[in-house]
């Protein structure tokens, strides 16, 4: 063990896909720390001082030291802990496990943005949305190899991939409200569909991934005046 939960301070936005996915990962861990909503519009000097180079959330700061860039931030506390790993101890499956996180954040993150924050047209959202499910779609047919027959993409257990896309949901509420049609269709997506359900009822994700559409979607207004996120 690396320190002391008591340790830990992370500062956050509680929408924020990046530091929802390290809350479910310290949740799991079964770690304390004492969590910091930042105010994007008008950041601390905390914020400022630990992330210099990106200024943004999340930053987990262990015993006063910030790390950065939430997948490397799920790492460190994977190595930093022991408790539920999030990545495998295979080495082949820790690449794959890896790779699909990457591709989460490369094609779901990019259309996040697309479908809520860069779109200046009607189209230019569906045009998102399209990229979002194709990325999904493609994330369908890795959760089959990935999962190998259990509940979540780590297996048996929430694992790296899982908390980096359970960290989306929230806002795919927001997006389901806007389109009126589910992003994560349970009639052509039935794995991911039932593994989302799974997800949020996890003990490690209640109460930290959003569920309350309007609330989501009022805070996107937020966003949207201060120009965060583009
Ligand atoms: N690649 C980063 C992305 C972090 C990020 O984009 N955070 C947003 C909140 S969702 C942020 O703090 N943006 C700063 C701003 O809008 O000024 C990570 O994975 O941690």
């Not at 530091?19 to 400022?48: F, P, T």
């Not at 992330?51 to 987990?60: G, I, S, T």
């Not at 999030?86 to 990019?110: C, M, N």
Request: glycine fraction near 10%.
């Amino acid at each position: 063990m690396a320190g002391a939960a008591s340790d830990l301070k992370l500062l956050g936005v509680w929408t924020s896909p990046f530091v929802i996915r390290v809350r479910v990962a310290l949740n799991l861990k079964g770690l304390a720390y004492e969590y910091v909503e930042e105010d994007l519009g008008n950041k601390s000097a905390l914020l400022l001082r630990s992330n210099p180079v990106h200024k943004a959330v999340p930053v987990l700061l262990h015993a006063g030291r910030p790390v950065a860039e939430s997948q490397v931030i799920l790492q460190y506390i994977d190595e930093a802990w022991v408790g539920a790993a999030l990545l495998p101890s295979e080495p082949y499956e820790r690449a794959a496990a890896r790779f699909w996180a990457a591709y989460v954040d490369d094609k779901v993150g990019a259309a996040w943005r697309g479908m809520l924050f860069a779109c200046r047209s009607e189209e230019e959202r569906a045009a998102a949305v399209a990229r979002a499910r194709e990325a999904l779609a493609t994330l369908e047919g890795a959760f089959r190899d990935c999962a190998g027959g259990g509940p979540f993409f780590g297996g048996d257990g929430i694992g790296l991939v899982d908390v980096v896309l359970g960290g989306y949901l929230g806002w795919f509420g927001a997006v389901d409200r806007i389109t009126g049609r589910r992003l994560i269709d349970p009639d052509t997506m039935p794995l991911l569909a039932a593994w989302e359900q799974r997800f949020r009822a996890n003990d490690a994700a209640k109460g930290v991934v959003p569920d309350d559409v309007d609330k989501v979607l009022a805070f996107l207004q937020t966003l949207l005046a201060i120009g965060s996120m583009k």
